[in-house]
């Protein structure tokens, strides 16, 4: 992996505090909660940084103008979430013509010049995706017959729903004995969840198991299996990403078969490249969070170490 060479800042470290303007995607899911308020303590832990957050609450054009507006106020480093992967290029033009260095933190972006941004820090989404399917392979390939799966994807275009499915798909056309019956859109959150279940419920699609891009999806959609009258868990099986808090929850209660950890604890991180880059050292291109996968066995013992 190659490190990059940082745009000359001009920022005194010793004397100036450092402006980090920090562009969020929204308030849709537990993991964003998590991950905002990691980015707020780490900041605040920090004398030296000056954090300006603003919040695009799902709009693409929402973050775009935030981040012209940091660009005005003549920020020293961007720190944003791309809600989608593509549509970048004009902005991150206007940031590097001003010198303000990017991160991307948690989505990456799609632009055919990758020097618009300095560094992404954050998961490997395709990997997760593959660990969903992998253990769908592992605990139901037992299974007679051919089993039907539901894919619950989160906000059209961004990265944790592109890569999420791609990994998932990969793994399980390796295998013969499933299929994805329909994989349909959502936005990450909860009511997208249980709205898209629902609706499978009511066309009579149901599914064997349910493949949700994140906790909130796979909550939502517990509740309408349950309305149903339908056993989640057991019934349907039902795996998801993220690993927060209330996962583990419905997981002990048997109603979440599993979820793949997505660390939202980025803060420390971020604020540790930001604060390289004002000081001019070299950072690596890619920063990837190292995360496993949780299950009902071990719900138990490993909600109690859960910060999120
Ligand atoms: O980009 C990370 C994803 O966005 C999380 O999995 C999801 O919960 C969130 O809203």
Redesign the pocket.
């Known amino acids: 992996q190659n490190d990059r060479q940082p745009p000359n800042t001009g920022l005194d470290v010793s004397t100036k505090k450092i402006k980090l303007g920090v562009a969020i995607?929204g308030s849709?899911?537990s993991?964003?909660a998590a991950n905002t308020e990691s980015i707020k303590n780490a900041a605040g832990q920090d004398v030296g940084i000056d954090l300006m957050m603003q919040n695009a609450e799902g709009s693409q054009d929402k973050q775009i103008e935030i981040i012209r507006r940091f660009i005005q106020q003549k920020v020293d480093v961007i720190a944003f979430?791309p809600i989608v992967e593509t549509g970048w290029e004009q902005v991150l033009t206007e940031t590097k013509a001003a010198g303000i260095p990017v991160i991307l933190t948690?989505?990456k972006v799609k632009v055919e010049d990758d020097s618009l941004w300095t560094t992404f820090i954050g998961s490997d989404f395709v990997e997760e995706g593959r660990r969903a399917a992998r253990w769908l392979v592992e605990h139901k390939a037992a299974d007679s017959g051919v089993t039907n799966v539901l894919e619950l994807q989160?906000t059209a275009g961004?990265?944790?729903a592109i890569e999420r499915k791609q990994g998932f798909e990969e793994v399980l056309s390796l295998s013969s004995g499933f299929r994805v019956l329909d994989s349909e859109i959502g936005d990450?959150t909860y009511e997208s969840g249980q709205a898209l279940m629902s609706k499978a419920i009511s066309l009579g699609k149901i599914p064997q198991v349910v493949f949700a891009?994140?906790?909130?999806m796979a909550l939502g959609a517990i509740k309408a299996i349950e309305k149903a009258g339908l056993k989640p868990g057991k019934e349907i099986v039902v795996l998801s990403?993220?690993a927060t808090k209330l996962a583990f929850q419905a997981m002990q209660a048997g109603k979440l078969n599993m979820s793949v950890e997505?660390n939202p604890l980025l803060g420390p991180q971020i604020i540790k490249a930001v604060k390289d880059l004002a000081a001019g050292k070299e950072i690596p291109v890619n920063i990837i969070t190292a995360e496993g996968i949780f299950s009902q066995d071990t719900a138990k013992r490993d909600i109690s170490t859960r910060k999120y």
Not at 213 to 216: I, K, L, S
Request: charged share 35%; glycine share 4%; net charge negative.
């Open positions: 995607v849709e899911s993991w964003r979430t948690d989505r989160g961004s990265a944790p990450f891009h994140n906790d909130d990403v993220d997505c």
